[in-house]
């Protein structure tokens, strides 16, 4: 729900990373069982989703399907995480997109670059190179949780009233609603027994539908 939010306000506005002392406490509520903690954690860590796709797979044409399945990788990484194993979050979030990033083109039969979160992508002040897992982390303010939980409600309503079924069931499929994980448009295609282009057309209709009720 936090994506596909996200998704009608802007693709680009991501929530800020959490700070190191926001997402240890954030985990440790997660292990306790706050399942909002674990929201907090996927929705704060899309932004790294969306960095490895555009850095190492800008030219592949489906960006759509792409993050959809590196946000299927940060969900599991999210539900399987052990912080007592001494790995950062960061680094075994990065390996989980990646993992499920490589799945979908082996899946597809295509080939993919091999991603490595220590090559060196900028440089800091003083000219020491910096790697994707060195610069997760920053202690920006997070988006207000009221007007957050106010926009989701929202749309969970405008969801529910949607009355064509077949758009519904595609819209809470391809982005993982009611618990479940997203999936690609041809997994959806394959289960509805549609063509993917069927797929990929009701959705952005059903995307534009709900970005006009979203704002009104």
Do not use: W
Request: net charge negative.
């Amino acid at each position: 729900m936090f994506y596909l939010m996200l998704h009608l306000e802007n693709q680009g506005s991501f929530p800020k990373p959490l700070s190191a002392g926001e997402e240890k406490e954030a985990l440790e509520r997660l292990r306790q069982g706050d399942s909002s903690a674990r929201d907090l954690l996927v929705e704060h860590n899309l932004r790294l989703v969306v960095h490895i796709i555009k850095k190492y797979y800008s030219n592949y044409s489906d960006q759509d399907d792409l993050i959809s399945n590196g946000t299927i990788g940060l969900i599991k990484a999210v539900n399987s995480f052990d912080s007592e194993k001494g790995t950062r979050f960061a680094t075994y979030a990065a390996r989980c997109v990646e993992n499920e990033i490589l799945m979908y083109f082996r899946s597809q039969k295509k080939s993919a670059q091999d991603i490595s979160m220590n090559e060196p992508i900028d440089m800091d002040t003083e000219g020491n190179p910096l790697t994707l897992s060195d610069i997760i982390f920053t202690d920006d303010t997070v988006t207000d949780d009221v007007d957050k939980k106010m926009k989701i409600e929202k749309l969970r309503s405008l969801i529910k009233a949607m009355p064509d079924g077949r758009e519904k069931t595609i819209i809470i499929k391809r982005y993982g609603l009611d618990g479940n994980f997203p999936m690609a448009q041809r997994e959806i295609a394959s289960k509805l027994g549609i063509s993917r282009s069927y797929v990929s057309r009701i959705e952005k209709k059903v995307i534009e539908d709900l970005r006009k009720n979203f704002d009104d």
